[in-house]
């Protein structure tokens, strides 16, 4: 390396600390150190404002040093004047910390003299404060001991009170101004009452027992008093009525009045009685004496008011049942006679009379005893109780002889209606009663009802005799069907008529219109839609049911709904086999699926389940008991586990079976048979031979040898299926002009028709089958021409279009009818109702 200048070694030192990028920065510590010794070295202060002693300037000066001996020299004095000039204000602080701590010294003697002192001062005063506390705490117990036997004594003289007090209490019940209306009276009744309680409560002090007994007389003493007075004023109300009652006994007013001056006398009696009555009600909660006298006394009042309100109110009652016009206690008194049988028209007025008579006498004897007592009780239950049962013995006789539906049915929606829901239910309290004797009457009403129901349902329904008229189907529904047109025509004219006239129209030719109106809305009902046009026995048990529907409870019609449906279905059958006798099957079968239809549309609205449970006694048990029984005739006394008539004692009891009957089901059941048959007929009139002749080929084998067959030759087949052909084309516009002329609803007819129009379908196919299996050849198949399956629907097709477009006898007629009109779209309500149930028809 060569030798550097000394000029190059200078630039390098001050790179060192170059402002930007300086080789070996300082940091600030070291740069304080090196000012610190600079200012050392030269004598100058880091702090130019501090002044300079001599002594200081004449250190900063540097002594000559000549050796490293005299530097070390120099370099020591120098630190210890620095150190002593650091010491300085620590010397100083702890000269005065010595001084203080001499001060504290001083300090600490004096505080313990003063304790001394302070204790020999509290010794004093504890001795001197012992002696006032004893002092105290004497005259405190001294004190106590006058207060315990002050107590002592007022006690004894508060227990010696209840005692003391027999005698005074005596003087002043026998006192002659004594009035049990008075306050004076009441208080000498709480307090025999306070000390009798406290006898009570103290049974341990000495002769409380006697005194008890003195308290208890002097109790029965006054409720004795309060007895007589309160029969004294009652017989004074009492004596009053009979005196108004024999001054007057023929004036016809006075006797319209009777009934409101029974209840005007004794109101003017309740200011009287109604503070005494008060008082025991107050204490018979707690007493078992007052609440005994509470009861003689309302049962006391309650036998006045029966002697007198009772029997005017039932006279009142007898008077209404029997017509008559006056209500009153008197007159129906008079008239307690009271008529012979209702008649039908007068039965729903008398008893609403009836019912408002006793409801009007209820009220008026609730008021009239609150005004006596707080609240009711079981005496008043039982006297209006008796003023109901004069209703329910004078209407029952004459509704358990009403034999009219309707009356009895309007006798139930009354009771049950304006007299339990309407009055009753919104005042409970007053006329419970009358709700108990209503609610008797509604149900021997229905009762009633439901016996005559059961009469006349057998009667009109089961033994139904029909007439001539009854059964001529389908002549009366082709004759229902020409006036129904007619009447269409008529209107036709008319209305073009009444637009070049102006005239009065009566409401009769008004009603007329409105019907025109309604079948010009509907040219698609049928003549068996008409309510008159009903079988009678579905007329009748249809209006049975909805007359007792709103009268009878739920159970109760569940139950008769369930027998006059059955007995309905019954019917229907009946007429349906004795049409079927006279007309044809057709006719017998679509008569019945009609009703049917009609029958479960009508008690579809009924929010009722149509089922009720039977129980039956099933008795196989016994019988084959009774066969193992003689079959072991040893061990019928055998003393063992085999004994045959323990045996038979055990397992021959008979079982209980219990059966649900549900009408509904039972309609859907009948009517899907009577659907099925009617398919069955209705295929068998189309396609009848081939039937025949496909049931013989099932039955025959070997299949092979059917072409040999005279029967199965191909010529006979042609003949066979012509004759099917015929058949078709003759007699499904009949049938299906009488499912229009019956059921007149074009999805019911739909429904009814496609499983008869399968089942001819596939016995075209299963001749073709036939004829595959047998073995025939392409000459006999084409000898025999079976239509194939497309065929077989065009030609189906063809003739229902034909049945459509033409005038077509139906079945059972002998007269072509005059007007054949064309179906047209029902509207989508009426298909609801009258459609069949998709899942009753089986399609075959």
């Known amino acids: 390396m060569e030798t550097m200048s000394l000029k190059e070694i200078q630039s390098k030192l001050l790179l060192w600390e170059a402002a930007d990028n300086p080789l070996a920065p300082l940091s600030a510590d070291q740069r304080e150190a090196i ?111 006058q207060t315990k036997l002050s107590n002592i004594g007022d006690d004894i003289k508060q227990k010696l009170h209840y005692f003391t007090q027999v005698e005074h209490l005596s003087q002043r019940l026998n006192s002659p101004t004594m009035s049990v209306n008075s306050d004076a009276f009441f208080t000498v009744l709480a307090k025999i009452d306070e000390c009798l309680d406290y006898m009570k409560a103290n049974s341990g002090y000495k002769e409380s027992h006697t005194y008890l007994v003195k308290y208890r007389h002097l109790q029965s003493r006054a409720i004795a008093l309060i007895r007589s007075y309160v029969t004294h004023v009652l017989n004074h109300a009492t004596e009053q009525i009979l005196t108004s009652k024999e001054d007057d006994p023929n004036d016809q007013e006075s ?11 004794f109101q003017a009696a309740a200011p009287k009685l109604r503070k005494v009555i008060s008082e025991i009600e107050n204490r018979a909660d707690t007493n078992a004496d007052y609440e005994s006298l509470l009861s003689d006394i309302q049962r006391e009042y309650v036998s006045r008011r029966a002697r007198f309100a009772g029997a005017a109110t039932a006279g009142a009652v007898r008077g209404a049942a029997s017509g008559a016009s006056g209500a009153s206690g008197a007159s129906g008194a008079s008239g307690a006679s009271g008529g012979g049988a209702w008649r039908a028209s007068d039965a729903c007025g008398c008893v609403r009379a009836a019912c408002s008579v006793v409801s009007h006498a209820c009220r008026d004897e609730h008021t009239l005893y609150l005004h006596f007592f707080r609240e009711p009780s079981p005496a008043l239950e039982e006297y209006l109780q ?9 209407l029952r006789p004459q509704i358990i002889h009403i034999n009219h539906l309707e009356t009895l049915a309007e006798l139930c929606i009354i009771l049950r209606v304006e007299v339990i829901e309407e009055q009753v239910n919104n005042d409970p309290a007053r006329l419970r009663a009358v709700g108990a004797a209503a609610r008797a009457l509604a149900q021997d009403a229905q009762e009633r009802l439901v016996f005559r129901a059961h009469v006349q349902l057998r009667a009109d329904v089961l033994r139904y005799r029909p007439a001539r008229g009854d059964l001529a189907y389908p002549h009366k529904l082709h004759m229902m069907e020409q006036i129904a047109l007619s009447i269409q025509e008529a209107s036709l004219k008319r209305s073009d008529s009444r637009n070049s006239m102006i005239s ?25 839609d008409l309510h008159g046009m009903w079988y009678p026995t579905v007329r009748r048990t249809l209006a049975a049911l909805s007359r007792l529907y709103r009268c009878l409870e739920k159970r109760v019609f569940q139950g008769l709904a369930q027998e006059a449906i059955s007995l309905c279905v019954q019917s229907i059958d009946d007429a349906a086999k004795q049409i079927s006798e006279n007309t044809t099957n057709i006719d017998g079968e679509l008569f019945q699926i009609k009703h049917l239809l009609i029958l479960r549309e009508q008690i579809a609205p009924f929010q009722v389940d149509f089922v009720v449970k039977e129980t039956s006694l099933d008795f196989s048990n016994m019988k084959n008991a009774a066969y193992g029984l003689i079959q072991k005739p040893r061990q019928i006394f055998s003393l063992n586990s085999n004994n045959a008539l323990l045996e038979f004692l055990l397992e021959g009891t008979p079982m209980v079976r219990e059966h649900l009957l549900d009408s509904r089901k039972e309609v859907d059941r009948q009517l899907k048979s009577c659907c099925e048959s009617f ?6 009139i189309l396609v009848g031979p081939m039937i025949s002749f496909i049931e013989k080929v099932q039955a025959f084998t070997p299949m092979e040898q059917l072409k040999a067959q005279p029967w199965a030759t191909p010529e006979q087949l042609a003949v066979l299926v012509k004759e099917a052909q015929k058949r078709i084309k003759t007699h499904l516009a009949p049938v299906q002009r009488s499912m229009q002329l019956y ?73 072509k009818p005059t007007v054949i009109r064309k179906p047209s779209v029902t509207s989508v309500q009426e298909t609801q109702e009258k459609t069949i149930d998709k899942n009753t028809v089986n399609v075959v």
């Open 504 to 528: 009065d129209i009566s409401a009769t030719s008004q009603e007329v219109a409105n019907i025109n109106v309604e079948a010009q809305r509907r040219p698609q009902a049928s003549p068996a």
């Open 679 to 684: 398919i069955k007929n209705a295929t068998e």
């Open 386 to 394: 008796s003023l109901c049962n004069s209703l329910y013995e004078t």
């Open 35 to 145: 000012l610190d010794l600079e200012s050392l070295i030269v004598g100058v202060s880091s702090d130019p404002d501090e002044e300079k002693t001599e002594n200081d300037t004449d250190n900063s000066v540097l002594p000559p040093v000549d050796n490293t001996y005299d530097f070390l020299e120099w370099y020591e004095s120098l630190c210890s004047n620095n150190l002593k000039a650091d010491d300085t204000p620590y010397e100083a602080y702890y000269k005065q910390l010595e001084d203080r701590r001499n001060e504290c010294v001083a300090l600490t003697d004096r505080i313990g003299a003063t304790v001394s002192d302070l204790d020999k001062l509290s010794e004093q005063y504890n001795f001197v404060s012992n002696k006032t506390n004893t002092l105290h705490m004497m005259s405190e117990q001294l004190l106590a001991d």
């Open 255 to 265: 006797m319209d009045t009777a009934y409101a001056v029974y209840f005007g006398k």
């Open 743 to 815: 059921l007149s609803n074009k999805e019911t007819e739909f429904i009814l028709f496609r499983p008869i129009r399968n089942n001819v379908v596939g016995y075209f196919v299963q001749i073709e089958q036939i004829m595959t299996n047998a073995g025939y050849s392409e000459e006999d198949v084409l000898i025999v021409a079976c239509p194939t399956l497309e065929q077989v629907s065009v030609f189906i097709s063809s003739a229902s279009l034909i049945s459509h477009s033409e005038p077509v006898m139906p079945f059972g007629t002998k007269a």
